[in-house]
């Protein structure tokens, strides 16, 4: 355990205005208050903190900084409050150590939940200030160094995993290199013991066989730049067994295939010298095709400079360069830590390379609850990146497989929500096409868009995957509501009664549901029926009966025949009108059925699915069977004036024979162009010498626009035969 004095010492030897009577003072404090605890290896618990505020001094971090490490485990362990540290040590330190302890008092139903509120917590605090998290990762980095102590091998995977998974990915935002691998080495051990120890024995195995390569590289390194009148430092290591294990599985190569084992860095003086050092050495040696990244003209998001390359090298060995000056390679290893300013209050978290916490935040915002928070979190830290421009240069860091849909998002909230259409490069391309490196992206944006849902089927990034989230919340429940409100009205004016807020605010508990709204909305939703209600409200009601001795709500299907449909139809009409879904967007409260394709105009009925809302199907639909013996899932619905003279876009299906002979399939998309429909999906079903049989998916209007399509199809000469498709 570091001793008092050497502590302050270490201090002092990079900043000697320390404020040594304080770090004094903290140290004694913290001794005090741990006490007797002991760690899992057996050592005092003071051990660990003083240790963390060894890595802190490493960093070469303020007074403040170094008093919160001391510190940071006392309000979660001991009877030490925060009014109590900040009448000792100050208002900031206060705030820092809080911003640092963990919700261990917090009730919560899983290790994940828990895990989540942590990360909540703690991106709030370093969303002001940026030493929480500095502070963080050292208290984490001690306890990954201690982690075989702790004997549960399942408590060892998780607090392994949970480093993997945030922790290095945040060291590495923030530019901390060197913790960061540390981090996933120490990982990495515990997590794939086998893996690791696979990839040592075969560093061991190159190292003996060329003990002397790598100072003979280094030195051929130095001759090289030299001759070309360039003083430099080259250095070489080899990489860490677990970012070799990582690019062994990204490339799905084998050992002996990696091409950059061995790196080599090269300091110069200035910028314009590491473009020289380039110029020389690409001159000298064969490059490696792509493997050239500039990162002096586009920084990495979170402030990392350097060029790379990959060449043949010396001696014929395949080789990267990296080339910086010191002040690249001091920002590379310590990140933040190596130009925050403490005593002017260190640079603002508004600054570019504090992007991706800003992001966390408006994510924070938008996620509904704390698991969620991670999962997107967790999205929005991972991926290798890619980096766009829009049309004035601005450069926008996305994550590997990102779209238009995320690029939209990392602009702005509004940008993703508005947006239509994207220009890549110039031209119109799909919002679920993949950018690449370099790609300019202008969005194309409408006040009348909405997110749609089908978006989050492809978008990678956490911001853009919980703002479609929260849209698709808000909007189905208000659908929900809309939809409940509609059913409650026709129950109750079936059976002569109004529906008040009153009455159904009386039965709300019994349905263990918060407001009114809520009941309603679970009215919606399908989660409850109609009836339920009305007989909580009346509990006296009986279920009304048909003369056949039937339910009053009965399938109708083609087995059914179709007086009694039209029967039960009009007594239906005659009690309270059908419930009109103009204005529910399907894939919301309401889903049409792909078995049968409802349009505007065609007969319907809705099937009420658990969860999920209500499922619109032609009223002859086949599927419709299979609910016969739920008659309590039926409900009237129809197409409003409204909606059926109002143009739409939906989707008709045909079955259609055509002729094999040349030209059959553009006369087709011409007559389907030709009279205003789009063929969405088509798929051929059936072929021999002289027929095609195919299945055609249109997008019209209404079921008229689709009969029209489909006389004309029947006049052509190629079509040998036209039908909706059904089921």
Excluded at 499 to 507: C, F, Q, R
Aim: charged content about 25%; proline content about 4%.
């Amino acid at each position: 355990m570091i001793r008092q004095f050497e502590l302050v010492e270490r201090v002092q030897s990079y900043d000697p205005d320390a404020d040594e009577e304080m770090l004094n003072r903290a140290y004694v404090y913290g001794l005090k208050k741990h006490g007797t605890q002991l760690r899992a290896s057996g050592d005092p618990y003071f051990s660990h903190p003083v240790e963390v505020a060894g890595i802190l001094a490493e960093m070469k971090l303020d007074t403040a900084s170094i008093v919160t490490g001391l510190l940071h485990d006392t309000i979660e362990d001991t009877d030490a409050t925060r009014e109590e540290i900040a009448g000792l040590f100050g208002e900031n330190v206060a705030r820092l150590v809080d911003g640092v302890t963990k919700l261990s008092r917090l009730e919560v139903q899983s290790e994940s939940t828990k895990e989540a509120e942590n990360l909540r917590k703690l991106v709030l605090a370093m969303s002001s200030d940026i030493r929480v998290l500095l502070v963080k990762l050292a208290d984490r980095l001690h306890n990954m160094r201690t982690l075989h102590h702790i004997k549960d091998p399942a408590r060892r995977r998780r607090i392994a995993l949970e480093t993997m998974d945030l922790y290095a990915p945040l060291a590495s935002r923030i530019g901390m290199e060197k913790v960061k691998r540390e981090l996933e080495e120490l990982a990495f051990a515990e997590l794939n013991p086998d893996g690791r120890a696979s990839v040592q024995a075969r560093q061991g195995y190159l190292r003996e066989r060329g003990e002397r390569l790598v100072p003979e590289i280094e030195a051929e390194l130095v001759k090289t730049l030299k001759e070309g009148g360039l003083e430099a430092q080259v250095s070489g290591r080899e990489k860490t067994p677990y970012s070799i294990w990582r690019k062994m599985q990204n490339k799905n190569v084998s050992f002996e295939q990696l091409a950059d084992i061995m790196a080599f860095r090269v300091i110069v003086t200035d910028v314009t010298q590491c473009y020289q050092a380039l110029g020389l050495l690409h001159g000298r040696y064969q490059v490696i095709p792509g493997r050239f990244k500039d990162y002096i003209s586009v920084p990495k998001p979170n402030g990392y400079r350097s060029l790379h390359t990959g060449v043949i090298g010396p001696l014929g060995q395949r080789i990267e360069i990296q080339i910086r000056t010191e002040e690249m390679q001091d920002q590379a290893e310590r990140g933040v830590a190596a130009h925050w300013i403490y005593k002017e209050g260190g640079p603002s978290t508004d600054a570019p390379q504090y992007a991706w916490l800003r992001s966390l935040i408006e994510i924070l915002d938008k996620a509904p609850n704390a698991e969620e928070f991670l999962e997107h979190t967790k999205l929005e830290m991972f991926h290798d990146q890619v980096f766009c421009f829009t049309p004035k240069g601005k450069l926008i860091a996305l994550p590997k497989g990102a779209t238009p849909i995320d690029f939209a998002y990392a602009v702005h909230s509004q940008v993703g929500d508005t947006c239509v259409g994207s220009k890549i490069n110039g031209r119109m391309l799909p919002l679920r096409t993949q950018l690449a490196n370099g790609d300019q992206v202008e969005i194309i944006t409408s006040k009348a868009q909405t997110p749609s849902p089908t978006w989050e089927r492809f978008v990678v990034t956490g911001k853009a995957k919980a703002a479609i989230r929260r849209f698709i919340r808000t909007r189905q429940r208000e659908q929900y509501l809309q939809l409940g409100k509609s059913l409650l009205d026709k129950t109750f004016h079936e059976e002569g009664y109004e529906v008040t807020e009153k009455g159904l605010d009386g039965v709300r508990a019994n349905f263990k549901q918060a407001t009114t709204d809520d009941l309603i909305a679970a009215v919606g939703a399908g989660l409850i029926t109609s009836r339920e209600v009305m007989t909580a409200v009346y509990p006296g009601l009986k279920q009304p009966q048909r003369k056949d001795g039937g339910a009053d709500v009965v399938p109708i299907s083609r087995a059914r025949n179709k007086a009694a449909a039209d029967a039960a139809k009009a007594k239906k009409d005659a009690a309270g009108g059908q419930i009109a879904i103009r204005g529910l967007i399907p894939g919301m409260a309401v889903h049409f059925a792909r078995c049968c394709h409802p349009l505007p105009g065609d007969r319907i009925v809705g099937i009420i699915t658990t969860g999920k809302g209500v499922t619109i199907h032609t009223i002859d639909c086949a599927t419709l069977e299979s609910f016969s013996e739920a008659p309590e899932r039926w409900i009237d619905v129809g197409w409003d004036s409204v909606t059926e003279g109002t143009p739409g876009v939906y989707t008709g299906r045909l079955k259609v024979t055509v002729a094999n002979q040349p030209g059959s399939l553009s006369k087709l998309s011409t007559v389907i162009a030709r009279h205003e429909g789009n063929i969405s999906n088509l798929r051929i079903v059936n072929r021999s010498m002289d027929f095609f049989d195919m299945v055609i998916d249109v997008e019209v209007n209404d079921v008229k626009h689709l009969a029209n399509i489909t006389a004309a199809l029947r006049a052509t000469p190629a079509i040998n035969a036209v039908e909706r498709a059904r089921n």
